[in-house]
């Protein structure tokens, strides 16, 4: 979390500098991120600007009002939870403790293509005494287990994960599995796939969990795939060394505003992208996923000239 301290300051000077050769600065008023709901870009320019207010309009619905959304769990003891496979049919684990889990590098845009990863899950519920082979397994651990933070100030038994999340949200699927951090200069900036089995995740990994069965989670998953999105909020996305995660609802993602109209046609060009990866993980879906940019761009209202700067900035 940046802040700034803007008392007695005129106006702000924006450095543009992640083209090395060419940086571009821009002097904006103290007030000017307010417009945007606290979210820093600085690639401010009027047409970046103007895009940034039809993304972040009054009226429009957030992702957090119908969607839960929280970073995956922190284990605390990767090589502890997260067992190899030899270890795991050595160990004898019980299988009702053991989930299949992704990492960040597990997923790309829309298809999830490894899942062979386990997690023990064991949490503050878990009856370790009904899992003799798992307890086995942890005991050793059990020094250094209790050195947790969490642990030492009585928030989980030794045993737990350290952030073990709600499990019944990690169950649910379909739901959104977003990379929590991408390099700025990677041509897809935000990743996101869809889960439809109900998979864990780890802390490099983000989910959204629809609670309201308001919104199509695949047309969400669209949004969140285009162009438009890849592009903004504005320079955030291109100029920071993480993507900001979303872990807790005031982050920019749980933030960001949709148009009423999600649901329309593009949960159906969804369906045809992911039949189209499942057969074939190669599969250009380049052409569909065009159509979807489009009518993320109609969603949104952007003009012509818009459209151009979304695009050059997603190149």
Known sequence: MLFL??????????????DFEHPTETEVPPTYFEQFGGVISVS?????????SKVFRPGAKRVREHFEVFQGIVTGNN???????EQIVAAKLEKALLHSVLLGRDFEKWRIHNASRRILYVDGDTDLKKFPN??????????ELKKRRECENGVIPWF?????????????????AV??????????????????????????VNFIVPKTGAVDVRALLAVLNSSLTDATPLGLIRTLIRVPRVARASQPWAER???????????PLVDRILAAKQKN??????????????????????????????????K
């Open 257 to 267: 505003h949709y148009p009423v109209g999600v649901k329309s046609r593009r949960a």
């Open 281 to 314: 993980p190669a599969a250009d879906t380049s052409a569909l996923e065009r159509e979807i940019d489009q009518q993320v761009y109609a969603l949104y209202g952007l003009t012509p000239e818009e459209i151009k700067i979304v695009e050059d900035a997603a």
């Open 160 to 176: 737990s994960l350290q952030w073990p999340r709600h499990k019944p949200l990690l169950d649910t699927h379909p739901k959104i």
């Open 134 to 143: 798992a307890e086995k397994w942890l005991l050793p651990h059990r020094s």
């Open 79 to 85: 090589p502890v939870y997260l067992p190899e496979p």
């Open 5 to 18: 301290n803007t008392a007695g300051v005129s106006s702000i000077r924006l450095v543009d500098a992640l």
């Open 44 to 52: 401010s320019s009027a047409g970046a600007d103007n895009i940034a």
């Open 179 to 204: 990379q929590g951090t991408r390099k700025p200069r990677l041509k897809n900036r935000i990743v996101a796939a869809l889960d439809e089995d109900g998979y864990y995740g780890t802390q490099g």
